[in-house]
């Protein structure tokens, strides 16, 4: 066996090809069946008057489509090259990939702005949580979200086999993506479900609407924990991202340093990037009772596991009891 299969990029590159065919697939697993009850639980008639629950809604099904796109795409490249001989396929590959993330992002941050308003004391605050507004923006983001980043199928093009950003854009795409991922969501989230905290702890004092109070509490963890999943596990694609554009000319790098940093931006890019469109189903699952209550009533539903009806039990019991 030659020694080169020993170098460390050679481990590194048999590392990736596994982790993909055996990690990925279980995220496709997971984020239709984590999405799809996700949008099973939205759905109820319970959440159906909340704006929050609808953006929250409609992220669970563009994260789905995000994964098994996605994912899909990642394995079918590795399998079969298909970006470095399809300029189409290259082209609109990431457009479509990226446009997916993008929408699902946005609607993420629409639900943290959704609930300060309606925790808000302003009247015109409240106005943005209104059902027929939230149905607005929602076409708004699905319009200007492909819209802004159109950029990526004119720029990317196919140069020596492989299917890339060429010249100054791909530094422009890393500031870019920095911009969108990396800077504007985490704050803009951060910022609105700490003031609609702030509006909750106002909130305790009024015993009127107990019930709405209690959902938007809800709502609020479920935002806010997602928040800092996403910082966690997105905003390391944008760094790596733009830390690779700034030393791609960088003189004296060996072999095995090249590898490791092309390896973590696969993490990034792949594990990490990917982690938000499934990780909302536990997520909710982890902060919500309702949401953890509407599971496991539909999983006792759906495979037969009742326990008995109460009034069953009673109707066994009661004879006993009488004889005794």
């Not at 938000?276 to 496991?296: D, G, K, Q, V």
């Amino acid at each position: 066996m030659s020694n080169s299969t020993f170098t460390l990029p050679a481990r590194l590159n048999t590392l990736q090809e596994q982790l993909t065919y055996i990690v990925l697939p279980v995220y496709i697993v997971l984020g239709i069946f984590g999405n799809g009850f996700c949008i099973a639980y939205f759905l109820q008639r319970s959440q159906r008057s909340s704006s929050c629950a609808f953006y929250l809604l409609l992220a669970a099904i563009v994260n789905m489509l995000a994964v098994v796109f996605g994912v899909t795409t990642n394995i079918v490249n590795l399998w079969k090259s298909i970006a470095t001989t399809s300029l189409i396929y290259c082209k609109l590959r990431m457009y479509i990939n990226h446009t997916l993330i993008f929408i699902g992002r946005s609607f993420t941050i629409l639900a943290s702005i959704d609930i300060y308003s309606m925790t808000s004391q302003k009247l015109t605050h409240r106005v943005f949580s209104q059902h027929s507004y939230a149905i607005k923006y929602a076409i708004a983001v699905v319009i200007c979200c492909p819209l802004i980043a159109v950029h990526i199928p004119i720029m990317n093009t196919i140069v020596a086999g492989q299917c890339v950003m060429t010249g100054v854009y791909s530094l422009i795409f890393a500031i870019y993506q920095m911009l969108i991922a990396g800077v504007i969501p985490p704050i803009a989230m951060v910022t609105f479900s700490c003031l609609a905290y702030f509006n909750m702890q106002k909130l305790n004092i009024r015993q009127d609407n107990l019930i709405k109070q209690q959902q938007q509490r809800q709502h609020l963890r479920m935002v806010i924990t997602q928040i800092v999943v996403y910082i966690i596990s997105a905003e390391l694609v944008p760094i790596t991202t733009l830390y690779k554009q700034l030393t791609a000319n960088v003189i004296g790098k060996s072999q095995d340093q090249k590898a490791i940093e092309a390896f973590i931006v696969f993490l990034a890019s792949n594990f990490l990037l990917y982690l938000n469109t499934w990780a909302a189903f536990f997520i909710y699952y982890a902060t919500s009772s309702a949401f953890r209550l509407a599971f496991i009533r539909i999983f006792k539903k759906r495979f037969r596991i009742d326990a008995l009806p109460m009034a069953e039990i009673l109707n066994n019991t009661l004879p006993t009891n009488r004889n005794a």
